[in-house]
C-alpha cells in the first residue's frame, strides 16, 4: 500500500447484546487511541441504516481508506458491511470485522474480563486491516438447469416449479418407482382426502413435462464444481428391462418363477413380489425392473430350462445383457430431497415388535387400511395363532420420538395426527372396534390439527396419558402393562392388535449425500439448514438447497412449502444466468510452489490443477488455482510444505500481526 | 556381493546416449569412509563398490543438483539419472515420486539388496581410525574387516547401524535392474531410542530435547542430507514472514526442527542420514521415527512404499484418528 492507512473503528452496541457485557464507550476510547486510526466511533445498531451512513460519511468526509466493524460474526454481516463500503466508493475488500458479539459479550458475563477482549479483538482487526489487499469480485455463467435428489413428494414439487419457471430438471430418484413416502399412505390428515388420488396426477406431470427428465432407479455418483456449473454423475441402474418396449402389461410378473417370494418393500413387506416387479399399481414409470440381487437367472445364471419372464413378454423388452450407464450433465443449482427412514422398533424390545405379528408400525398400518394394500384395505391380522379382525386395538405414540435412550430427542411432528387419522379409519371399517391412544401430549399445532383431534375423540377413542412399559403376550392377546398418569393408576389392557407410531429419522444412507454435496448434519442428525430461521431451505454449501424430510421430519403442507420454497431459492441463480465468485481466493506462489501436488489432493473443491510452465528453460509443474471453484477455504496453504499458496485477506503476513496483537509475540 | 557383475551393470547403464551419469559410492580416502561418487563412463565403473561402508543415501543428490537457467535457443539436458538404491534408498525414490520431486522416466533405479550396513563409530571404538582405507565386507550375516592387512570378523550384533537394526525393508521397492539376490529380512529390533524418550516424563522430555537441541549449530547439514527435504526455497530461511530466526539458540534451534519434523511426519523413509550428518551428534532420527511411527499405527500408512501412494499428509479419510492429537 503506497497511500498511508487511514481508520475507522465502528463499535456496535447490537442493542444490548453487545453493549450489556462490553463497555463500548471504553472500547472506542482505546480503538480511537490504536496506530493509524483517525475515527472511533460505536452505534447501537451499526448494520442499521443510520449506522451504515456513519461509515459511508465518514469515509467521504475523513477520506477514510480503511474500515474496522466490531460487531457480530462475519458470516451475519460481512456482505452488509462491504456493500456500505463500496457505497462510498471504497474496495469492499478494505473491511476487517472484529467479532465482538459471538466471540465475546455472548460467551463471557464478566463485563471488566470482557471489555479487554474486545479491546483485543478490536486491536487484531486494526493490525490486519492495514495490511488487506483490494480485491475484486468476478460473475460466471450460471448452467439453467437444475438437479432435484430424490422424488417424492418434495423432490416431485420442486422439480414441477422449477420446470414449469422454464428451466431444464433432471429428477433422480434411487427406486424404481417415483412417489416415495407419500404414495404408501392411504388417507392424509386432516382432511382425509386420499393420498394416492392427490399424488399420482403429479407424479404422471413429474414424468411427462417436457422440461423434466426423469431418471428413476439411479443414483447421483459425483458432484463436481460450484453454484452455477455444477458437473454430475448419474449412475442409471440396470432394470434388466428394455423401458422404452416395456408396456407394463405385467405378464412377466405372473410367470417369474419366485412370484411372490419376496416381501414387497412398497408395502412395507406385508405383500409379496416376485424378481421381476412394479412396486405398485401406480407406478411412475410403470416399468418393470428385475431385482438382481434375487433374479435366479442374474444370480445362478440359469432360471429352470430358460427366463419365464422372456417368453411371457411379448414386447420383448426383457434384457439381462442390460449395464448400470453412467449420465452426466451440468447445472446450476442442487435441491436435496432424499426424505426420511422410519424409526426401526426392533431397537424398543419392551414392545415386543419383533416377536409378536400383532404389533406393527404406523406404516405397516397404513398399506394395511388401504384399498390398495395387500388386503384390500381389510384390517385383518394374524395374532400368532389365527388370522383375525381385531376388535380391540391399541395406538402408542412416541415410538422412537421424543426418547433419549434411543439418540432421538426431537419431536417426529407427525405420529400424533396420523396416528389420530389411522385411529378414526379403524373405527370407520370396524365400527365395534374398541381403540385407545396411549400418549405423552397430544401435539396438535398445524392448521385443522387441533379440530380433527377432537373430532376423533368424539367417535369414541379413549386417549389414555402414559407411555407404556411393556407388551406382552397372554393367551391370544396382547397386555399393555401402562401407567394412566392423569390418574395416577397402573393398568393392564388385553388387545388384538398394536400400532407403534414411529419416528421419523434421517435416512441410513444420508452419509452418501453428506459427502457428495459437503453437507453438514444438525445434532438430530438431520441435513443442517444454512440458518434455522432466515435461511431454511439453503445450506453452507452455495447453490445446494434443501426440501421436505431430510432437514426434519415434516408433514406434507409443511414438506411442499419448503419445496416450493428451495425451488424459489433455486431458481435465483438459473434465472439471473450469473454466479458472483468471491474475489477471496487462494493464490500460488509459481516461483516457489515445488509442483508436489499436495494442494491438488487436499482441496475439497477440486479447484487447483498441476500445470506446465517454463522456469528459467525448464518445464516444471505448479499448482493453478481455479478461481471460480475456490471458495478460500485456506487447506490448501495448510498443506503447502513451501507455503507457496496462501488464500488472499488471509495471508501468513496478514494474519501473523493480527495474531500478534492477540497476544503473540511476533 | 559380486562387484564385477554390479560394474558390468552400471558400465552398461552409463554408456546409453540417453543417461547422464550414474550416482554411487566409491571407497573413501581414509579408514571407515565411502564416498558418492558420480560415474560418467564405462571406464569409471572400476572404482564403483557396494560394501557395508555405503550407508549414505543417494537419493538426496537427485533433488540437490540445481537447475541452471538454460541459455535461450538451447534445450535443457533431459537425459537420465542413474542411481544406486539400497531397501531404505528406494523408499525415498517412491516418496520422491508420490510428491513428483522427481519424474520416473528421467530415472534409472538400479537396486541393491542390502544385507544391513556398519555404524563405523561402534567399529572405531575397537578397531580405531586408521589413515588408510579399510575394506568391509559381509561375511555370513557377519562383517570381515581387512583391518592393517589382518582379516577380523566382527559379528553383526557389534557393528550392525541402528537403522539396519530397525530396518523392514532391506530389498529394494523400485527398480529397474537389481543387482544381486534378494536378502531375507530380518526381525527389526524394538526402537529402543524412541522407548526411551517415551519413557520419560513430560518435562524429562523437555530438558532432554532442550539439552540436545542447545547444542545444534544451524550448520542444516541435516537438511540437506535429506533426501526429502528440498523445497528450493525453505520457508525457514524466508524473512517475510520470519518463521525461525537467524539466531542460534535454544529457541529458534527447536522451532526450526520441530518445523521440520513435522514437514517430514508420513513422508520421512527412515534412512537415518540426519542424525547420521549431525556434527553436534543431535539424536534427530529419534524424534523423525517417533511420527513415522505415530503415522504408522494411528493411520496404518508407510512412506515410500508405493510410487502410486496417495501423498499422506495430503489425503483424508472421514475414519482418520484424532483423538491422540494434543
New interface residues.
Given amino acids: 500500500m503506497t497511500e498511508k492507512p487511514k481508520l475507522g473503528v465502528y463499535i456496535c452496541h447490537c442493542g444490548i447484546n453487545i453493549a450489556a457485557t462490553v463497555d463500548v464507550e471504553a472500547v472506542t476510547e482505546y480503538a480511537q487511541a490504536l496506530p493509524n486510526v483517525v475515527i472511533a466511533r460505536n452505534y447501537s445498531y451499526m448494520c442499521s441504516d443510520p449506522g451504515q451512513l456513519l461509515i459511508k460519511n465518514d469515509i467521504k468526509e475523513k477520506g477514510l481508506n480503511r474500515v474496522v466493524v466490531a460487531s457480530c460474526s462475519p458470516r451475519m454481516h460481512e456482505p452488509t458491511f462491504r456493500k456500505a463500503l463500496q457505497e462510498a466508493g471504497l474496495n469492499p475488500y478494505y473491511l476487517e470485522m472484529a467479532n465482538i458479539r459471538e466471540q465475546c459479550s455472548w460467551v463471557h458475563e464478566d463485563r471488566e474480563a470482557a471489555t479487554a477482549k474486545a479491546k483485543k479483538l478490536v486491536a487484531a482487526a486494526v493490525a490486519k486491516v492495514r495490511l488487506l489487499e483490494p480485491l475484486t469480485s468476478r460473475e460466471v455463467d450460471a448452467e439453467p438447469a437444475a438437479l432435484v435428489i430424490g422424488a417424492g413428494i418434495a423432490g416431485i414439487q420442486a422439480a414441477l416449479d422449477i420446470a414449469d419457471a422454464g428451466f431444464k430438471v433432471y429428477l433422480v430418484e434411487k427406486s424404481p418407482s417415483v412417489g416415495g413416502r407419500m404414495a404408501q399412505l392411504d388417507k392424509t390428515f386432516p382432511t382425509l382426502d386420499c393420498s394416492a388420488c392427490i399424488l399420482t396426477p403429479k407424479m404422471v406431470d413429474a414424468a411427462s413435462h417436457p422440461n423434466i427428465e426423469l431418471l428413476a432407479y439411479s443414483e447421483v455418483e459425483e458432484v463436481g464444481g460450484f453454484i452455477g456449473n455444477f458437473e454430475v454423475k448419474v449412475r442409471k441402474k440396470a432394470r434388466y428391462v428394455d423401458v422404452s418396449k416395456c408396456t407394463g402389461c405385467g405378464d412377466c410378473a405372473k410367470e417369474c418363477r419366485l412370484a411372490g417370494r419376496f416381501p414387497n418393500e412398497f408395502d412395507e413387506g406385508l405383500g409379496k413380489r416376485g424378481a421381476i416387479y412394479l412396486p405398485f399399481p401406480q407406478a411412475v414409470p410403470a416399468k418393470y425392473t428385475i431385482d438382481p440381487e434375487k433374479c435366479l437367472f442374474l444370480t445362478r445364471g440359469k432360471c429352470g430350462k430358460g427366463p419365464k419372464c422372456v417368453d411371457a413378454c411379448r414386447a420383448g423388452a426383457i434384457d439381462f445383457e442390460q449395464k448400470d450407464e453412467i449420465v452426466s450433465f451440468k447445472v446450476g443449482a442442487i435441491l436435496v430431497a432424499t426424505g426420511f427412514d422410519v424409526f426401526d422398533p426392533v431397537r424398543k424390545p419392551e414392545y415386543g415388535y419383533a416377536g409378536y405379528p400383532n404389533v406393527i408400525t404406523g406404516l405397516e398400518m397404513e398399506r394395511l387400511v388401504s384399498a390398495s394394500g395387500p388386503t384390500g384395505g381389510n384390517i385383518v391380522i394374524h395374532n400368532g395363532e389365527e388370522e383375525i379382525v381385531p376388535k380391540d386395538i391399541a395406538f402408542i405414540q412416541c415410538v422412537g420420538s421424543r426418547d433419549q435412550s434411543v439418540g432421538n430427542e426431537y419431536c417426529s411432528r407427525v405420529c400424533c395426527m396420523y396416528t389420530a387419522k389411522q385411529a378414526h379409519l379403524v373405527k370407520d371399517k370396524i365400527p365395534d372396534a374398541r381403540v385407545r391412544v396411549y400418549y405423552m401430549d397430544v401435539r396438535a399445532f398445524g392448521k385443522g390439527f387441533e379440530e380433527f383431534y377432537d373430532r376423533v375423540r368424539r367417535e369414541g377413542i379413549r386417549y389414555v396419558r402414559g407411555n407404556p412399559s411393556e407388551i406382552f403376550k397372554r393367551g391370544n392377546k396382547l397386555v399393555i402393562k401402562v401407567e394412566d398418569t392423569l390418574t395416577a393408576t397402573p393398568l393392564e389392557d388385553e388387545v388384538d392388535m398394536v400400532v407403534l407410531a414411529v419416528g421419523l429419522e434421517p435416512r441410513g444412507d444420508a452419509r452418501k449425500i453428506i459427502?457428495l454435496l459437503r453437507l453438514s448434519q444438525s445434532p438430530d442428525r438431520f441435513f443442517l439448514e444454512a440458518h434455522p430461521k432466515l435461511r431454511p431451505v439453503d445450506t453452507a454449501t452455495d447453490g445446494v438447497y434443501l426440501a421436505g424430510c431430510c432437514q426434519g421430519p415434516k408433514d406434507i403442507p409443511d414438506t411442499v412449502a419448503q419445496a416450493k420454497g428451495a425451488a424459489a431459492s433455486a431458481l435465483i441463480p438459473l434465472a439471473r444466468g450469473k454466479v458472483a465468485i468471491d474475489a477471496q481466493v487462494a493464490e500460488v506462489n509459481e516461483?516457489?510452489c515445488?509442483?508436489?501436488?499436495?494442494?491438488?489432493?487436499?482441496c475439497p473443491y477440486s479447484a487447483i490443477e498441476?500445470v506446465t510452465v517454463n522456469?528459467?528453460?525448464?518445464?516444471v509443474?505448479v499448482a493453478r488455482v481455479n478461481e471460480a471453484l475456490c471458495k478460500g477455504c485456506g487447506s490448501c496453504s495448510a498443506?503447502c510444505?513451501?507455503?507457496s499458496i496462501q488464500p488472499k485477506s488471509f495471508r501468513?503476513?496478514q494474519i501473523?500481526p493480527q495474531i500478534a496483537a492477540l497476544g503473540g509475540t511476533? | 556381493m559380486d562387484l564385477n557383475k554390479l560394474r558390468e551393470t552400471a558400465a552398461g547403464i552409463v554408456s546409453r546416449d540417453d543417461v547422464k551419469y550414474l550416482i554411487g559410492w566409491r571407497r573413501g580416502t581414509f579408514g571407515y569412509r565411502a564416498a558418492p561418487y558420480f560415474v560418467e563412463d564405462a571406464a569409471g565403473v572400476e572404482e564403483l563398490i557396494f560394501s557395508p561402508l555405503c550407508i549414505s543415501n543417494l537419493a538426496a543428490y537427485l533433488t540437490l543438483v540445481e537447475k541452471l537457467p538454460v541459455p535461450r535457443g538451447q534445450e535443457p539436458d533431459q537425459r537420465k539419472v542413474a542411481l544406486l538404491v539400497k531397501g531404505c534408498d528406494s523408499r525415498a525414490v517412491n516418496q520422491l515420486l508420490v510428491e513428483k520431486g522427481i519424474k520416473r522416466d528421467q530415472l534409472v533405479v538400479v537396486g541393491l539388496p542390502c544385507p544391513g550396513m556398519v555404524d563405523w563409530k561402534l567399529l572405531a571404538e575397537k578397531y580405531p581410525e586408521t589413515e588408510a582405507p579399510v575394506e568391509i565386507s559381509w561375511k555370513g550375516d557377519d562383517f570381515l574387516l581387512l583391518y592393517n592387512g589382518q582379516e577380523i570378523v566382527v559379528p553383526r550384533a557389534e557393528a550392525l547401524a541402528e537403522k539396519c537394526r530397525l530396518c523392514r525393508h532391506p530389498n529394494p521397492l523400485i527398480s529397474d535392474v537389481t543387482v544381486g539376490e534378494p536378502v531375507q529380512p530380518w526381525a527389526p529390533a524394538e526402537d529402543s531410542g524412541v522407548a526411551e524418550v517415551e519413557a520419560k516424563s513430560t518435562p524429562e522430555r523437555w530438558a532432554y530435547w532442550e539439552e540436545q537441541f542447545s547444542k545444534c549449530i544451524r550448520c542444516y547439514s541435516c537438511r540437506n542430507a535429506c533426501p526429502l527435504c528440498y523445497c528450493e526455497d525453505c520457508i525457514l530461511d524466508r524473512l517475510d514472514p520470519t518463521w525461525v530466526n537467524r539466531a542460534v539458540n535454544f529457541s529458534e534451534n527447536t522451532a526450526f526442527h520441530l518445523a521440520r519434523a513435522f514437514h517430514l511426519a508420513g513422508r520421512c523413509i527412515e534412512c537415518g542420514e540426519c542424525e547420521r550428518v549431525c556434527p553436534a551428534g543431535i539424536p534427530l532420527g529419534k524424534l523423525n521415527r517417533k511420527l513415522a511411527h505415530t503415522v504408522r499405527e494411528e493411520y496404518g500408512f508407510e512412506p515410500g512404499l508405493d510410487p502410486e501412494a496417495e501423498p499422506f499428509q495430503a489425503s483424508y479419510k472421514p475414519e482418520d484418528p484424532e483423538e491422540f492429537i494434543l
Fill in positions: 459427502e516461483a516457489t515445488r509442483g508436489c501436488g499436495f494442494c491438488v489432493s487436499i498441476l522456469r528459467m528453460g525448464h518445464m509443474e498443506g510444505l513451501s507455503n501468513d503476513r501473523l511476533r
